[in-house]
C-alpha cells in the first residue's frame, strides 16, 4: 500500500490504518458483507490520502483569504472549506487536517454501502456516520485531563465531528487552553474551531506563560513566526476565568453563525460550556498527561 498499512485490531472489530502521521481507527455496524466491502472502500481510498496532501503542502500551509481556493485533491478541499468559513481570523487549512482525513474515509467507507452506524477516530478527531433512526454513543476519553465520558448522538441531532485541540499535545497553540472539545456538522469543522477556540483561551502577556516563535520548533510550521505556548506557571482564579471567558466568547460567536453546535472548554479545573447538546455528564479532573489530539498531522513534516 504504499507505506500505508491495515490491520484489524485485537477485537477483530476494528481496523486500524497508518501512514506516516496519520493515524485512523475504523468501525463499521451492519451486514457482515456491507462492512467487508466498506472496509475494503476505506482501505482503498486511504491509501493515497497523504501522498496528495504533501503534493499540496505549501498551499495548504498558507493562511486562508477572503477568496476561497480550489485544491486538487478533496481532502485538501475539504480542509479549505472548513477553515475558510472563519476568515478574516488566521488560519492554514492545516488546522482541518485531522478531521478532513477522518471526514474523507468515512464519506469513502459508507458510499453506496447499507452501513447502519460508523465512525472514524483520527487521534481524537472523531467522524460519524448514522443512518435512520440509528444512535452512537460516544465516548468522550484520552485528552490527558480526566475529560471522559459519553455523549449519545441520535440521527436527529445535528453532530458528525467531534475534535480536542490544548496546548499539552503534539499541537502548536496560541493559547494555554488544558483541552477544548467542540461538536460539529463534521469532524474538519470541529477540528478547526477546536484550535481557533484554544487559541483564544489565553492570557497575552502574561509572565507565567513561556512562548517561542512556532518556526524556532519546526522551521516548516503553518503558523510561522507566531508565539506558541510551551509552559504554563501558576495562574490565579481570575486569570483562569478570564481566559475562559474569552475562548468561551469565540465559542458562541461560531455557534451564533452555524459553526459547531457545542463546545466545552477547559483550564486548570474549571469549565466553560457553550451549546444545546449537553456536554453536563462530562467529568473534569486535571491530571499531567498530553492530549490524544494531535497537531502533527497539521504540520505533516515534524510528525
Not at 57 to 82: C, N
Not at 117 to 131: E, K, T
Request: hydrophobic share 45%.
Amino acid at each position: 500500500m504504499s507505506g500505508a498499512t491495515a490491520s484489524w485490531l485485537a477485537d477483530g472489530r476494528r481496523l486500524h490504518l497508518n501512514h506516516g502521521p496519520i493515524d485512523l481507527i475504523v468501525e463499521a455496524f451492519g451486514e457482515e458483507r456491507e462492512r467487508f466491502l466498506a472496509y475494503r472502500q476505506a482501505v482503498a481510498r486511504f491509501e493515497t490520502i497523504l501522498e496528495e496532501l504533501v503534493a499540496e503542502l505549501p498551499a495548504l500551509r498558507s493562511p486562508a483569504g477572503a477568496r476561497a481556493r480550489r485544491f486538487s485533491g478533496s481532502t485538501a478541499q475539504r480542509m479549505e472549506e472548513a477553515v475558510h468559513a472563519h476568515v478574516p481570523a488566521f488560519v492554514t487549512p492545516m488546522a482541518a487536517v485531522a478531521g478532513s482525513v477522518a471526514d474523507e474515509v468515512l464519506a469513502a467507507l459508507v458510499k453506496d454501502r447499507a452501513i447502519t452506524r460508523a465512525y472514524v477516530n483520527n487521534g481524537g478527531d472523531i467522524a460519524i456516520h448514522l443512518a435512520d433512526g440509528e444512535s452512537l454513543d460516544i465516548a468522550i476519553a484520552g485528552t490527558g485531563h480526566g475529560l471522559a465520558d459519553r455523549i449519545s448522538l441520535s440521527t436527529a441531532d445535528p453532530v458528525r465531528g467531534i475534535a480536542t485541540s490544548g496546548w499539552r499535545g503534539r499541537s502548536h497553540s496560541l493559547g494555554i487552553a488544558d483541552a477544548v472539545t467542540v461538536l460539529a456538522s463534521s469532524a474538519a469543522a470541529a477540528d478547526v474551531a477546536a484550535t481557533l477556540i484554544a487559541n483564544d483561551i489565553d492570557l497575552p502577556g502574561h509572565p507565567a506563560v513561556k512562548r517561542v516563535p512556532a518556526n524556532e520548533i519546526d522551521p516548516d510550521s503553518d503558523l510561522r513566526g507566531r508565539l506558541v505556548t510551551q509552559a504554563v506557571g501558576c495562574l490565579s482564579d481570575p486569570d483562569v476565568a478570564r481566559a475562559l471567558e474569552n475562548g468561551l466568547s469565540t465559542a458562541w460567536a461560531m455557534r451564533e453563525r452555524g459553526l459547531i453546535e457545542a463546545a466545552a472548554l477547559f483550564l486548570r479545573g474549571e469549565t466553560r460550556e457553550c451549546g444545546t447538546i449537553s456536554l453536563g455528564k462530562l467529568a473534569y479532573t486535571p491530571v499531567p498527561a498530553v492530549p490524544s489530539h494531535s497537531h502533527a498531522q497539521k504540520g505533516l513534516t515534524h510528525a
